[in-house]
C-alpha cells in the first residue's frame, strides 16, 4: 500500500488542496483510496462528507490518535494524510513511519518560503528521509506565472536538494469544486486540461 503525507509547516499553504484533488484522481484510477484528516479544522474530511455517491468512492481514514497515528483501514490501496501546520515532534516521525511520499505545498509568498526553509531543514534530519524511505516533494501553489514572486519561489526552491514537481496556477476551479466535494478530477477533461498538465508531474513522481 501507497501512502502519500501532504505537509506544511504554515496553514493556508495549499495542503487540503493537494489532499483531496490527489484523492479525487486515484479514485477515479479505481483504486481503493483512503483519505485521513488530521488537523483540527478536519477541511479534508469535511469535503469528503460533501462528496455525491455518483463520483468514484472515497473512504474515510480515521488516522487521529492520542498518540501517534492510526494505520489506514485494511484494504486500502493508497492512503493520503492531510496534516496541520506545525506538524513535528511524535506526530511528524508517526505520520513519517507510514509514508511512502511526502508532498509539501509551497506559495509564492516570503512567509511561506521562510517557514518552509526550516521545514526543509528538519525532514533532512529525520531518520526515514535520511534513509531514502520516504521520497520529499515539492510543488508550488497560487502560482501565477511570468510573475517576479512566482520567479523568486523557482529561486528560494532550487537552494535545496529536493525535486521541484510542478507550479499550479492560482484558478477559480479550486474555489469552485472544493464546496462539492469535487475536485478537478472530477469536471471534464477539456475544461481543466491546463490544469490537469500541471499535475501530471506530480502524479508521474508518485507513480515512480
Known amino acids: 500500500m501507497q501512502t502519500i503525507l501532504i505537509a506544511n509547516p504554515k496553514g493556508g499553504a495549499g ?36 462528496r455525491s455517491a455518483s463520483f468514484p468512492r472515497i473512504h474515510h481514514w480515521d488516522a487521529s490518535e492520542d498518540e501517534g497515528l492510526a494505520k489506514p483501514p485494511k484494504g486500502s490501496e493508497l492512503a493520503i494524510l492531510d496534516t496541520p501546520a506545525g506538524l513535528r515532534g511524535k506526530k511528524l516521525e508517526a505520520a513519517l513511519k507510514l509514508s511512502d511520499h511526502i508532498l509539501v505545498p509551497v506559495q509564492p509568498s516570503s512567509f511561506d518560503m521562510w517557514a518552509s526553509r526550516d521545514f526543509f531543514a528538519r525532514l533532512a534530519e529525520e531518520k526515514q528521509v535520511r534513509k531514502g524511505k520516504v521520497q520529499v516533494g515539492v ?44 475536485g478537478l478530477f472530477d469536471l471534464p477533461k477539456p475544461r481543466v486540461a491546463r490544469d490537469l498538465e500541471q499535475w501530471q508531474p506530480i502524479l508521474d513522481w508518485l507513480d515512480t
Open 139 to 182: 510543488v508550488g501553489v497560487r502560482v501565477k506565472a511570468h510573475t517576479r514572486a512566482s520567479q523568486q519561489l523557482v529561486d528560494f526552491l532550487a537552494e535545496f536538494e529536493l525535486p521541484v514537481l510542478s507550479c499550479l496556477r492560482d484558478t477559480q476551479y479550486y474555489l469552485q469544486t472544493l464546496p462539492r466535494g469535487l
Open 15 to 50: 495542503k487540503s488542496t493537494l489532499a483531496t484533488n490527489l484523492a479525487s484522481h486515484f479514485a477515479w484510477q479505481g483504486r481503493a483510496v483512503v483519505l485521513g484528516d488530521i488537523d483540527r479544522q478536519q477541511s479534508a474530511a469535511y469535503w469528503l462528507s460533501l
